[in-house]
């Protein structure tokens, strides 16, 4: 009876820090010092900043993947209380996050400008699941755009973030395959998207 109770206990106290928790850990990436975080968009390109402010799941990496010809191409692992800069040349893009599952988000994008989108997560089957969710010029004008900026930490890839990419690849490219199919049955209007003019 009391080896159940603890057994009870220590699954609702995983509940509650799935939940409740703290920043996450960063693994294969690196934290950027103060004097090394980006500062914009390279000339004749875009920046996207791809933040994750909730705690939510903070035990479980999402990873971030832009997806060219089909292939995912690592954009950065992005723990709770972290945000990623990408710099892309402006036009079409798709992009990828992974955890339990996957979920996308198009984009259109124009150059010389930053754009922003939220790595959201929740609680999947078996550990946490993410979507991507783009940030309009109304969120940013809402006051909770400087909540989101301030709760989080830039980090960068590091020697080890294309590594853990290439030994995962099998499994990014199974659940890119099952969920596109699935994202794309949404149709377009339920399918999340950056558009150019959602850049400041």
């Not at 996957?102 to 989108?117: C, E, G, L, Q, V």
């Not at 991507?132 to 989080?152: C, Y």
Request: contains cysteine; proline residues 4%; charged residues 25%.
């Amino acid at each position: 009876m009391k080896s159940s109770k603890r057994i009870t206990w220590a699954i609702t106290l995983f509940i509650i820090v799935m939940l409740t928790g703290c920043a996450g850990t960063v693994v294969n990436m690196q934290e950027l010092p103060e004097g090394e975080v980006p500062r914009g968009a390279n000339p004749g390109q875009a920046q996207i900043v791809f933040m994750r402010p909730s705690n939510l799941g903070f035990a479980i990496q999402s990873s971030v993947f832009e997806i060219i010809n089909d292939e995912p191409q690592l954009i950065g692992i992005v723990a709770a209380k972290k945000k990623v800069s990408y710099q892309v040349d402006p036009g079409e893009h798709l992009f990828m996050v992974i955890g339990e599952s996957a979920d996308f988000m198009s984009a259109n994008i124009a150059a010389d400008k930053t754009y922003h989108a939220l790595v959201t997560p929740r609680i999947g089957a078996w550990k946490a699941r993410f979507s991507l969710r783009p940030v309009s010029s109304e969120d940013r004008g809402s006051g909770k755009f400087n909540e989101w900026n301030t709760a989080t930490n830039w980090v960068a890839k590091s020697a080890t973030s294309d590594s853990w990419a290439e030994k995962n690849i099998a499994s990014i490219r199974k659940k890119q395959e099952k969920y596109f199919k699935k994202w794309m049955n949404k149709g377009r209007e339920n399918q999340p998207r950056l558009r150019a003019d959602d850049g400041i």
